[in-house]
């Protein structure tokens, strides 16, 4: 083989391992990272707490009702008016 191929083979070998070890560097410090701001951060569990109780995060604890999903059919209806509204507002929009 010439020199010019193998230069090439070795700057693609050199370019790929170079690009390899960046990608294990970049996942394992935000993996770091990540567990850093998970043990170190109590907005987030403060605010985690406050949406398994069913609180707003920094509003008032609510009395002792509970907060029930709509059903199905309330949210088809809401759904509905508010791609229809949606609707209007664009087609309003283009006159």
Same mark, same amino acid.
């Given at each position: 083989m010439?020199?010019?191929v193998l230069a090439g083979l070795n700057l693609a070998l050199y370019g790929m391992g170079f690009v390899?070890?960046?990608l294990l560097l970049l996942v394992?410090?935000?993996t770091v990272m990540s567990?850093?701001? /998970? !043990?170190f951060s109590p907005t987030i569990a403060v605010a985690q707490r406050q949406h398994s109780n069913g609180q707003?995060?920094?509003g008032? /604890? !609510?009395s002792n009702s509970k907060v029930e999903a709509p059903s199905p059919d309330q949210d088809q209806g809401r759904l509905i008016a508010?791609?229809?509204?949606?609707?209007?507002?664009h087609r309003s929009s283009l006159d």
């Open positions: 010439s020199d010019l390899f070890v960046f394992g410090l935000t567990t850093l701001v /998970r !043990r707003k995060p920094g008032a /604890r !609510r508010v791609m229809s509204a949606a609707i209007k507002q």
